[in-house]
């Protein structure tokens, strides 16, 4: 079999997927080449790629999602390879093709397989013809609202729908009657074709109190196919992943052996090749169920990296290369535990909804077995045109609970200023009972918010008054007692004024 | 002495008595008893209920910033009588009427109200897409809609209004 040299990759993603890709090519000497879009010019991973060429306007569908753009300055800048990172193309068979077809390696799986997995329907008919054992629901998208409705009775709610060529919760509601099953229908569309460029939709049974628990798998050129265990991803909100971990915290050495023995079939049948991720739903009598197959590297990708040791966007590249990986199931082992939190750009207490603009101050957490995956910086302005996700900061510790304390310290470390962000909600979720006994399900989020929200508003309420007095002092009623001569700590007061440099 | 703070959008009136660094408060229907003390300029030290709270108040541009616990708030305090002769009536005027405006820059995907539909608490009134989200807003009170002043497919600025209810 011969290899393929690859020397110069461009990079189809922005954000901190794109600076990841680009800190792999650069570790191993592959030259690496961006694309922006106009609302991304001063992004982090333009300023970091050795090249940059611009594709376009900021929507997405202008830039990122048009293939024959991306196709072109890979070819007009000379590369070899294109990664797709995650999300906007990176599960697209016709963009595989097209790189294929120009000559370019795609850092991915065959466009078969793209089709054969990444078609959650087609996907499902395959797990059937496995006897993997999976969920309830429609093996074909649905076609129309009617066809829909009557499906819907058939399954029964609470049901999903779910994109058919979707991932990362886009195009994904939860129906809980059949008066909401219209207007989820229609949101689930718009997101999963704004998402997508697809918006066919499935449904599927709803599993009270689920984990969401997937494998990562490997697999060559060369017929090797490997498993690296399995991730931990129930804590969400809006079905999407907040948190994430490996492993899991109710998957012991059989379990992950039989999930992964399952994984690695359904990818053999597909005839998948690079990396993939196989997700499964577990109930609370820890049965798995098959939910679906990410073509491509998830964004939760560190955690599996931290606990054995492999970099997986450079496994990803050896393989693109044809490379043989070089060691099999037995080699593979764990290590430690390690924790992802994702850093979004939304306000947790206010309904999580986007929270675009310049960031006027960022500290990043640091020290001890601590990463930090970003594509943000002082000064960066977040377009309101894309993910809200902005870094990720992982963390890794002997055992789960020592990953757990660290995880504490590095979000008290971390600051951003400027925007609304997740990390008050994450430090207050690692922070709970009931996260640390590893007692949660998909639905923990959801559970908890009320009582955090209230605690939020609380200290709304402490900062509305503190503005009041203040205001009330100013018009001259200087009741409060005189401050007490300079003894405060001035290393807190010095960081807190570093703070309102605003 | 009344006030007008508005936060988030939101005006909220706040009545303050007391003095000599013991204060009552009332906000949101609840009555706070708040011992406060300036720790150096600008930083109160606040014990409510025993709670110690520590708020770095700053001004910007006319706007309280407050750092308190690991969040910050921009707030807008006003004299309340001053608020009312701004606003022209304003949130003290005790009408039931609702502003929507956008909370975020993004396009609007749908509308799902026209004016003279009547409304209750919690009807979707728009959805708006942002950051590849889909964000549904929904009505705050019953009501009438007096003004819809976006169409599908517009975008919109943080703070334009949307949707007018009476």
Not at chain 1, 446 to 469: C, H, N, Q, W, Y
Not at chain 2, 133 to 154: C, D, H, I, W
């Amino acid at each position: 079999m011969t290899m393929r040299a690859i020397t110069k990759v461009l990079v189809a993603n922005r954000g901190e997927i794109a600076v990841r890709v680009i800190r792999a090519c650069r570790e191993q000497g592959i030259a690496s080449v961006a694309v922006f879009s106009e609302a991304d010019r001063e992004a982090l991973h333009v300023l970091m790629a050795d090249e940059a060429y611009p594709i376009g306007p900021p929507p997405a569908t202008e830039s990122y999602l048009v293939i024959d753009k991306l196709v072109a300055v890979a070819k007009a800048a000379g590369a070899d390879a294109v990664h797709p990172g995650y999300g906007f193309l990176a599960e697209n068979a016709a963009f595989a093709e097209a790189c294929a077809a120009a000559g370019l390696v795609f850092v991915g799986p065959p466009p078969a397989a793209i089709r054969a997995m990444g078609d959650k329907t087609a996907a499902r008919r395959i797990a059937r013809e496995l006897g993997v054992p999976m969920v309830p629901g429609t093996l074909e998208p649905v076609a129309s609202d009617a066809e829909a409705r009557a499906i819907a009775r058939e399954i029964g709610f609470p049901l999903m729908i779910k994109a058919a060529m979707g991932g990362g919760g886009k195009g994904m509601r939860l129906v809980r009657q059949e008066s909401e099953l219209e207007a989820a229908l229609r949101m689930a569309r718009n997101e999963a074709g704004a998402a997508f460029g697809d918006s066919a939709v499935y449904l599927e049974r709803y599993v009270a109190e689920p984990r969401h628990i997937e494998v990562q798998i490997l697999a060559d050129r060369h017929g090797t196919v490997l498993h690296l265990g399995e991730r931990e991803c129930s804590i969400q909100r809006r079905h999407q992943k907040l948190i994430e971990e490996s492993p899991s915290p109710v998957v012991d050495a059989a379990m992950r052996a039989r999930m992964g023995e399952a994984a690695c079939r359904i990818a053999r049948a597909a005839g998948y090749v690079n990396a993939g991720t196989v997700e499964f739903l577990v109930d609370p009598e820890k049965n798995f169920y098959f939910l679906e197959v990410n073509t491509r590297l998830q964004v939760e990708h560190p955690v599996t990296e931290m606990v054995t040791g492999i970099d997986l966007v450079r496994e990803q590249l050896r393989i693109a290369a044809e490379e043989p990986l070089g060691y099999s199931q037995a080699d593979i082992a764990w290590r430690g535990a390690a924790i992802e939190c994702r850093i979004n750009a939304e306000d947790p207490f206010g309904g999580w909804l986007p929270s675009p603009g310049t960031i006027t101050g960022l500290r990043a957490a640091t020290g001890p077995w601590v990463r930090e995956d970003s594509g943000a910086y002082e000064g960066y302005t977040v377009p309101r045109f894309y993910d809200t996700l902005l870094a990720k900061l992982i963390v890794w510790g002997a055992d789960r609970g020592a990953a757990i304390d660290r995880m504490t310290r590095a979000l008290a470390e971390y600051r951003i200023v400027g925007i609304r962000t997740t990390i008050p909600v994450l430090a207050q979720i690692v922070a709970h009972e009931d996260f640390r006994a590893g007692r949660f399900s998909t639905q923990f989020l959801d559970r908890i918010m009320p009582a955090l929200t209230s605690e939020r508003g609380r200290l709304r309420s402490v900062a509305v008054i503190a503005a009041v007095l203040a205001e009330y002092e100013r018009l001259g009623h200087r009741t409060l007692p005189e401050p007490p001569p300079a003894t405060q700590d001035a290393w807190r007061l010095g960081h807190r004024r570093g703070w309102r440099r605003a | 002495m009344k006030f007008v703070a508005t936060i988030d959008g939101q005006a909220e009136t706040v009545e303050v008595t007391g003095d000599h660094g013991r204060y009552r408060l009332t906000l949101g229907g609840e009555v706070w008893e708040v011992d406060a003390r300036l720790t150096a300029q600008g930083i109160y030290s606040l014990l409510i209920d025993g709670v110690s709270y520590v708020a770095d108040v700053t001004d910007r541009e006319g706007a309280c910033v407050v750092d308190v616990g690991d969040e910050t708030y921009v707030i807008q305090v006003e004299e309340a009588t001053r608020y009312i002769i701004r606003t022209k009536g304003g949130a003290a005027g005790g009408h039931a009427h609702q502003v929507l405006a956008a909370p975020l820059p993004g396009k609007i995907t749908h509308v799902a109200v026209t004016v003279g539909d009547a409304v209750k608490a919690g009807d979707t009134l728009l959805v708006i897409e942002a950051m590849k989200m889909e964000n549904e807003f929904r009505a705050g009170t019953a009501g009438t809609v007096a003004e819809v002043r976006v169409q599908p497919g517009q975008a919109v600025n943080a703070g334009d209004v949307l949707v007018v209810i009476d």
